[in-house]
């Protein structure tokens, strides 16, 4: 019982280092999570904007002999 936190005396230093680190994990968990919803919403907006620009793009009409520029090619 002597190395258990929770049999621990309150105010020790050890359950207090143990509580610390418990919290300090929960808190991460919880970013991590916060992040990983973030980032998927984020995926799910950029596609949806590359299918409108995908779109609108189709639409565009051009005039003959117009070049075709591919915004995608990282030169603009």
Request: aromatic share 4%; glycine share 6%.
């Amino acid at each position: 019982a002597a190395g258990d936190p929770v049999s621990m005396v309150p105010g020790s230093s050890e359950r207090g280092s143990w509580c610390n680190e418990h919290m300090l994990h929960e808190r991460l968990d919880i970013i991590e999570e916060k992040v990983i919803k973030t980032v998927e919403h984020l995926e799910s907006e950029v596609k949806s904007l590359l299918n409108i620009i995908s779109e609108t793009t189709l639409n565009i009409p051009t005039v003959p002999g117009t070049p075709l520029i591919d915004v995608f090619d990282g030169q603009y």
